[in-house]
């Protein structure tokens, strides 16, 4: 499986901005996708995650703004980023996973840049 994300940019507080992520190759075992960031001198973390079968979850400290979805097709997700703050500048990375493995595909990572 092959991971593409884009749509990154910079944006000042308050502003918007979507991730696309599209998926290619074989999705046969894939149980879900998701979205992760990492800023500078942090670990990587989930920001919202949706499965196969549709269920969403959504980080706390983004809760409210924003929000996961799929194309019908499962191969494409997006991340929809609404009042974004300083807080939010990071790589943001598409990730999928199988049951055995929620970490087994990565995207290159798109650069979110928040300024106040």
């Known amino acids: 499986v092959q991971l593409q994300a884009s749509g990154g940019g910079s944006v000042q507080a308050g502003g918007s901005l979507n991730l696309t992520c599209v998926a290619s190759?074989?999705?046969?075992?894939?149980?879900?996708m998701a979205w992760y960031r990492q800023s500078t001198g942090r670990q990587r973390e989930l920001v919202a995650s949706?499965?196969?079968?549709?269920?969403?979850h959504v980080e706390n400290s983004v809760r409210g703004r924003f929000t996961i979805s799929r194309d019908t097709a499962k191969t494409t997700v997006y991340l929809q980023m609404k009042n974004l703050e300083p807080g939010d500048t990071a790589l943001y990375f598409c990730?999928?996973?199988?049951?055995?493995?929620?970490?087994?595909?990565w995207g290159q990572g798109t650069l979110v840049t928040v300024s106040s």
């Open positions: 990730n999928a996973g199988t049951t055995a493995n929620l970490f087994a595909y």
């Open positions: 949706i499965t196969t079968g549709g269920r969403i």
């Open positions: 190759g074989s999705m046969a075992g894939i149980s879900g």
